[in-house]
């Protein structure tokens, strides 16, 4: 595996083997690690998708992620009787999907693969997305357990020494707060193996997306969106950083056969812009079966991974880089900078449209959409196609208009080819 400073070439490790690391870190297994920790006596928290896990892990507290429990259970059509629970409480569908999910899968104290323990503690963001407040708040009234509220004040200046000053006395006050609600004492050299693990995971991470820059493109996005899971969920983790060996390992040999997820050869090259809609993944297969391939995606590209300047992790300085990464936030950034990342992107991977999903769920996904799309038709001329939808909610969702609005965009598409 590469280590810090090393690069490809001096990888002398045997790679992992990419089935048995899948394994390992799917859903379902994500599932019976949870039971197995709880028999093995760890705490167990309930912790937003924003919060510092490669902490957690060296504290041998587990991590369960309510957005990524919704996002599963909608994935395999199991999350109506979670936002069933939801509307009996009185919540509308106006309100996050996510967070309905979520909050049906607290009440009723089971996810889409059975019963979960009940959680011992609780720890969120406040400035990641804009509900996290009020979500922890009802799981703190509802199981009468310890929540720490991180706050992470809102910047379009991520790199401020002040702001991650401020952020890294943040992550030092959850770990008094761990070790006051628990007998978890955090070990230094833990954190810089859990630091260490996350940087490689990232590193991996980013090297995949490098090889979709490639003619054709090796990876698919409906593949991508699965295997993102540990990076949101098992960050600080051996495992975490193997298994990202082994899936960029696979696709480096299939760039080099020449694969691609679009059948009948790449003819499209795309942007998605938003979180992937978790009910209806086989948009994304259709666009595929059409000969169109996405190649990036702020979700995958900016949302996750190594957010540092540098696009690494300092184990050395474990503090200081985990708040360098987690204050570097895509969604508080302005839209000139928002924009930036879509023009450098069309011209690196050699785009022809995108596809903009307006998520009626996620309002810090989908603000500023317009003038991102104005943006891109003014400097660049691509054709977009705007999906409306919710990201878990499937309801008014229909995969047959989606289909014909597919259609009509690549035709234009298609013509732009033919000149």
């Known amino acids: 595996m590469l280590e810090v400073g090393m690069t490809d070439s001096s990888d002398k490790e045997q790679t992992p083997d990419l089935k048995a690391m899948l394994k390992k870190l799917s859903a379902g297994a994500s599932y019976r690690r949870m039971l197995a920790a709880r028999e093995q006596g760890k705490p167990i928290c309930v912790a937003s998708a924003a919060v510092p896990v490669e902490v957690l892990y060296a504290m041998d507290v587990y991590p369960v992620f309510p957005e990524s429990l919704a996002a599963i259970a909608a994935g395999i059509r199991k999350a109506d009787e979670f936002f069933e629970a939801a509307r009996e409480r009185g919540f509308s569908n106006s309100v996050c999907s996510y967070t309905r ?44 357990k310890p929540t720490f509220y991180m706050d992470m004040p809102a910047t379009d200046d991520p790199w401020d020494p002040e702001y991650v000053n401020y952020y890294e006395e943040q992550i030092r006050a959850m770990v008094d707060f761990i070790e006051e609600h628990t007998s978890c004492r955090l070990q230094m050299e833990k954190l810089k193996e859990a630091v260490s693990n996350s940087d490689l995971a990232g590193l991996y991470w980013k090297k995949i997306l490098e090889l979709r820059r ?27 950083a193997d298994f990202y060996w082994a899936l960029y390992e696979s696709y480096k040999q299939q760039a080099a056969q020449g694969h691609s997820p679009a059948q009948g050869g790449e003819r499209f090259r795309l942007i998605w812009n938003g979180i992937p809609i978790w009910h209806h993944l086989q948009v994304i297969t259709y666009f595929e079966e059409k000969g169109a391939n996405f190649v990036w995606e702020p979700y995958t590209a900016l949302s ?110 298609e013509g732009r080819k033919r000149g």
């Open 101 to 144: 999910c979520g909050l049906g899968i607290a009440w009723t104290q089971k996810s889409a693969f059975g019963p979960i323990p009940e959680p011992d503690l609780f720890i969120t963001d406040v400035s990641v997305c804009c509900l996290h407040v009020t979500w922890w708040a009802y799981l703190e009234d509802h199981f009468k």
């Open 214 to 240: 490639r003619k054709p493109s090796p990876v698919s996005f409906r593949s991508l969106a699965g295997e993102i899971l540990p990076l949101v969920t098992a960050l600080g983790d051996r495992d975490c």
């Open 304 to 413: 996750w991974g190594n957010k540092t300047r540098s696009g690494r992790l300092d184990p050395e300085q474990p503090f200081r880089t985990l708040a360098e990464k987690y204050t570097n936030v895509l969604t508080n950034m302005p839209l000139e900078r928002r924009f930036s990342y879509f023009d450098q992107a069309i011209k690196d991977y050699q785009v022809d449209g995108l596809v903009m999903f307006s998520n009626r769920s996620c309002r810090p996904q989908s603000i500023g959409q317009d003038e991102v799309v104005e943006m891109v038709r003014d400097v660049h001329g691509l054709p977009v196609l705007i999906f409306e939808g919710d990201q878990a909610d499937a309801e008014g969702f229909s995969m047959q208009e989606a289909k014909t609005r597919i259609d009509g965009f690549l035709e234009v598409l």
